[in-house]
């Protein structure tokens, strides 16, 4: 399992397709002359964005396909964020220009992170590729494609300041019909040294929360019983009905520039939090990604206040060692991060479920510091996490100011250890569990048997049970009999 693990480009670990693979659109039929194809790679909000792009596609005279040799237009949505990544999309490109050779008239675009960071390189380099979109372009797709079909290039990697696609219903690509996500945010004004996403989605923005509980609100009038609240740091969240004031008020200076803030509304990420429980009690609620140095104990309270917000966090470290989470620009020290887990196990319990980003062998990163992290990883006893190692990104502040001078097999020496130690933390996570009863939302059918059912608890542990008469998208309550480190098995009560 843990080759899987470590090849992902995948930022939530909120996902049902197997990880290691791109998703897929589903057909629609709705008699259009045009089909579209959409692959889309990396992280939940890049699935996300492929959504508002089936949207604007479907509302501009296509069809979805989910084969790329009956489609008009192949879309690629891609990801930047490790070097692998990039490469997946490079081997995708070459089985395409194969395609192109038989049918000379499909158009190939590639959208999102490596569009972003490539932009016209990516047309010299690749000369399949007919367009290329970021992020923020998502509207001038149509006039892109209109460009290429003329027989020119259309290219667009304008990044935006205020781009929040909020009036766009996205098209649920890949449902389960029972859990969906909404992009909460854009961007990211962070500047992780390793990080290319601030270079790839541009500034943070955040989108007006009524858009986001009036989509909240439409997802669980169709059915849907669980939404996950997406953002890169979701803990910045702010909104302001006049623009003007996030600016301050993201410097905190309000108080101290005395501004006058009657009359203007103003949403952090706790507020809007509590927006969306407040639609139903039987509408979970979950988030991602959590700051560790932005996520406040509001948040907590707000968490531990409603029982659909979901007792789960997933809390990025990065390394457990102060000297480099230093040089990475995280924001936080290793007792900064012990100490939010202190709090997440003070208000929400110590069930809450918790899990982890690690980067392994980060410039300069001595034996010592990786030591490190594996006891900070004894100390927290993560539920589960995603772990990589480090990979170099052209242009980010580590490319241009560290070396990257621990070799390939150190770094995936230290990754292994870093994966087995945390295989023995989920199996010891979940065997606390066996004997417990949680209450279980069915995502669907088990994929081993049809006699069984796949749900997640609150904490987001994969839960295998009896069918009995439920359905998906309806609460069980079940009690774990036994577990592995993947999954809990247990019977309805
Ligand atoms: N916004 C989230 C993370 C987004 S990227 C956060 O701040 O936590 C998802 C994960 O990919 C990161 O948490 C990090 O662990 C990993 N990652 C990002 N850049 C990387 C790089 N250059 N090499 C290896 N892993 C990287
Ligand atoms: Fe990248 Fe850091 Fe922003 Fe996360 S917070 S997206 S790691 S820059
Ligand atoms: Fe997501 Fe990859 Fe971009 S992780 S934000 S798609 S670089």
Redesign the pocket.
Known sequence: MTNIITDI???SPNTETPLDAPRITPDSNTGKSRKIYIES???Q??FADSEIVASIMLENGFDTTTTAEDADLVLLN????RDN?EQKIRNRLVHLTALKAKKPNIKVGVL??MAERLKTKLLEEEKVVDIVAGPDAYRDLPSLVGEAEDGEKGINVFLSRDETYADISPVRLNSNGVSAFISIMRGCDNMCSFC??PF??GRERSRDPHSIVAEAQDMFDKGYREVTLLG?NVDSYLWSSNPDVISILAEKKAVKKGVDLTGIEVVNFAQLLEKVALIHPDLRVRFSTSHPKDMTDDVLYTMAKYENICNYIHLPAQSGNSRVLELMNRGYTREWYLQRITKIREILGEDCGISMDLIAGFCTETEAEHQDTLSLMEAVKYDFGYMFYYSERPNTPAHKNLQDDVSLEIKKRRLQEIINLQQNHSLQRNQQDVGKTFKVLVEGESKRSADYLMGRNSQNKVVIFPKGNLQKGQYAHVKVHSCSAATLLGDLV
Not at 78 to 81: L, S
């Open positions: 480009d995948i930022i790679y990396g992280c909000m890049n891609t990801c930047a964020i990544a999102g992170c290319v996403v790839t989605r890169q």
